[in-house]
């Protein structure tokens, strides 16, 4: 792979007509990469721009930009199915920021003759580098937003990181409705609470999380949970416990991630707050403007905190010698104690002060 002058990579991006976005997941690292998609557009206003993307994000795309959806479940025949489209579309450049194998094996299928890549010391998976034929420069930056603008950057944009999904009037509106119908009141702070699974290293106990809606709700607060299908059996414990507390409304596996999107865009204009783990919906909120507030134990904040002038991190006190952390399964001799040492206490002062200073 050779590594060319920042300038000549530039111009190679402004004189394209087809360019490839390659990034096929998660959720979160999708939404880290809308700068890019966006930046495209400013450095070559006129090319026809395509995101290979898992086909379960793909609907959260699709309204913004032209997908080829990837499906991950079918390996073997989705990459065929991928490849057919890629063959179609010939794009010219293809870029990726994912950097491991997976993505790396795309890129080369889409035929793209060049295809820009990380450095190899910035891939995930160090062979990607054999894929590409162009590297971006080293990405000093640390958060994924900040090596997102960084690459963008290097291949011609000038302006600010955007994250704009496009959420159409009529999406704001069905999603009003839908809290309505919830019961969730327009004139209170509401405080929309991500359920996070069960068995991820990066999840607060569950018995603290219902702790926690249950208590903000007597405090007058309107406590929204909501989950996804990865969450269905922590769901049904958190329906056996709160379905009938005052003042908390579930959605429960209720919306697709577009309509989860568009149910965060709808709160920015009351009071509220958003809190999960280190997860899609967390950074879906950021994308939407919504104020965040995240509860991490084992990722590193500073990579993949909540971005942004609304975003903050809460973690335990003491720092462990373990931290930060990215394996699955946690080998510390306090499993989690990470998150097991994130108090709810401490969780339930930071959230009423976040009211307090609305």
């Known amino acids: 792979m050779s590594s060319i002058e920042t300038d000549s ?13 390659v990034r096929l997941s998660s959720v979160g690292d999708v939404t880290h990469t809308l700068p890019l998609l966006h930046a495209l557009r400013e450095i070559a206003p006129r090319a026809d721009i395509r995101w290979v993307v898992q086909t379960s994000i793909a609907p959260l795309l699709a309204p913004i930009v032209t997908v080829i959806p990837f499906d991950r479940q079918r390996p073997g025949r989705g ?72 690459a963008s950057r290097a291949l011609g944009a000038r302006g600010e990181p955007c994250f704009d999904l496009a959420w159409s009037e009529h999406e704001r509106l069905a999603a009003e409705k839908d809290l309505a119908a919830l019961g969730v009141e327009p004139g209170r702070p509401l405080l929309l609470l991500n359920l ?8 607060w106990r569950l018995d603290r999380q219902i702790e926690l809606a249950r208590t903000m709700a007597s405090r007058e607060i309107s406590v929204l949970v909501q989950s996804g299908p990865a969450e269905s059996v922590d769901a049904q414990e958190a329906k056996a416990q709160l379905d009938r507390v005052p ?26 707050l958003v809190i999960g783990s280190d997860s899609g919906p967390l950074h879906l909120a950021v994308a939407a403007g919504a104020r965040t507030l995240g509860l991490f134990g084992p990722q590193d904040p500073e990579r993949t905190g909540p971005a942004g002038p609304h975003g903050a991190v809460l973690m335990a006190p003491k720092r462990l010698p373990c931290q930060p952390c990215l394996e699955r399964h946690c080998a510390f001799e306090r ?18 002060e976040a009211f307090e200073r609305r």
């Open 79 to 150: 990459f065929l199915r991928a490849r057919s489209a890629l063959r179609r579309f010939a794009p010219e450049i293809s870029v990726d920021l994912q950097g491991n194998a997976k993505s790396a094996l795309i890129g080369r299928a889409s035929g793209a003759p060049t295809r820009i890549g990380l450095n190899r010391v910035d891939c995930r998976e160090r062979w990607n580098a054999f894929f590409t034929n162009h590297a971006l420069p080293r990405l000093a930056s640390k958060h994924a937003v900040d090596r997102t603008r960084e």
């Open 335 to 352: 499993p989690q104690a990470c998150l097991e040492d994130l108090s709810l206490v401490r969780v339930l002062e930071r959230v009423s």
């Open 247 to 272: 003042g908390v409304c579930l959605a429960l596996n209720r919306w697709s991630l577009r309509e989860l999107g568009a149910v965060y865009h709808a709160i920015v204009g009351r009071p509220h």
């Open 9 to 21: 990579l530039a111009e190679i991006v402004r004189s394209a007509q087809r360019i490839l976005i």
């Open 196 to 203: 996070a699974r069960s068995g991820d290293v990066r999840s």
